[in-house]
């Protein structure tokens, strides 16, 4: 028995031995891996600065440059608070087929999400935030005006504007969307300085377009291509939209945009980059 303890107490011994000279230890001297070095800090996505009285700064276009001919294509994935019992019925409001374009094409793009939008389609949320290829932007959680009078969707209260922003944001959380851009378009494009103020401290800029695709509803493909192509230039910001019972034609429309675009010698980017490049 004595000499088994012996035996223990050296293996233990032996074991400490070789632990004060392992890799994590600090008394290993030379022999001691160096800590790793920090990453980069994450850099927070360009936005605007507050407007007059610390409204919600408000994005059009980019650069107007000859030189580097940008262009984003953004894409409203439009889907209201109310449209549930119309997704249960077989009604599609997602647009797999013009994602899955965009990706062919290799062409970078914003899709501006409803929340509850992210919810219905959690995987397709999921993906798209994933993709480096795109970058998800707040388009409400409930896709209801901020405005009265606005192509007659319903409004949502000043007093819960500001919450209908942020369940957008929670729903993109929850769908598994890693980063969702502080970038914000309003339902329709309808705002006022009332809503701006309503937003104003959440740190958005609100992204709006210089070029309507008229793709809403549209069944005619050539005529939604004519309508961008006669419309874009240097730095454009072009509206369509990632919906396929409400916009049928986009992804046709798509596939002659792109390569004439960059015939003309302009290169898509994201929003991000084009307020990334606007003046301060």
């Known amino acids: 028995m004595i000499l088994l303890v012996r035996r223990i107490a050296a293996v233990c011994a032996l074991g400490a031995a070789l632990a004060a000279c392992g890799p994590g ?9 160096p800590p790793a070095p920090a990453g980069p800090a994450p850099t927070r996505p360009p936005t ?23 262009v984003a294509l ?17 009604e599609r409001f997602d ?46 959680y409930s896709h209801y005006a901020f405005t009265d009078d606005c192509y007659g969707l319903p409004t949502v209260a000043e007093e819960r ?7 957008a944001y929670a729903a993109f959380r929850a769908a598994g969307v890693p980063e969702a851009k502080p970038y914000f ?9 009332r809503a701006l103020r309503a937003l104003s401290g959440t740190g958005v800029t609100a992204v709006q377009w210089d070029v309507v695709g008229g793709d809403a509803f549209a069944t005619d493909a050539g005529a939604v291509s004519r309508q961008v192509l006669r419309g874009v230039r ?37 929003v991000s980059e084009l307020i990334g490049s606007a003046p301060r």
């Open 25 to 33: 230890n600090p008394r290993a001297g030379s022999r001691a891996t």
């Open 48 to 70: 605007l600065a507050p407007g007059p009285g610390g409204l919600t700064p408000v994005f059009h276009h980019g650069p107007r440059s000859q030189a580097d001919r940008t």
């Open 74 to 90: 953004t894409f409203d994935a439009d889907m209201t608070a109310d449209q549930g019992p119309r997704a249960a019925a077989g």
């Open 95 to 140: 647009h797999p087929e013009l994602i899955t374009t965009l990706r062919t094409l290799k062409v970078p793009a914003t899709v501006f999400m409803t929340g509850r939008w992210a919810e219905e389609y959690p995987a397709e949320a999921r993906s798209i935030g994933r993709d480096p290829l795109f970058e998800v932007a707040n388009h409400s």
């Open 161 to 167: 504007m500001r919450a209908d922003v942020t369940r």
């Open 185 to 193: 378009r309003f339902p329709g494009g309808c705002y006022d300085r």
């Open 234 to 270: 240097p730095g454009s910001v072009v509206v369509l939209h990632c919906t396929r019972s409400a916009a049928p034609a986009t992804e046709r429309a798509i596939r002659t945009i792109v390569p004439e675009l960059r015939r003309r010698g302009y290169r898509f980017v994201k």
